[in-house]
């Protein structure tokens, strides 16, 4: 399953961009703003061991008005926060992720 609050896949695959999540990518085109957003920090941290905050922040800030405009970098940057807080209220809350909505 593919869960499109957070742009992970729970396949084994351990490939960021697995072929559930571009499948998911092409069937609900409305997610692929939050997506690359989460993809872009995603890459970041994981390849940024040892940088500091500020530097992670201005190089995905820097990837997304590569590609979006500041009007869609914002967009994707609410839905995203929304996403994941719905998540952390779900936890928070004892309650398994509902996967089924995305």
Known sequence: RVDM??????CP?????CSHCYA?????????????????LQNEFW???G???????????SQM???LTLDEVVDAAVDAALGMWTRVDWLR??????LAMY
Do not use: M
């Open 13 to 17: 695959n351990p490939n960021t961009l």
């Open 5 to 10: 609050a957070l742009f992970e896949c729970d």
């Open 47 to 49: 390849a940024s061991q």
């Open 93 to 98: 809350k004892g309650q398994a992720p509902k």
């Open 51 to 61: 940088r500091d905050f500020a530097s992670i922040r201005w190089r995905v800030r």
């Open 24 to 40: 998911a990518l092409v069937a609900l085109p409305e997610y692929r703003h939050r997506a690359l957003l989460l993809y872009t």
């Open 65 to 67: 008005l590569q590609r």
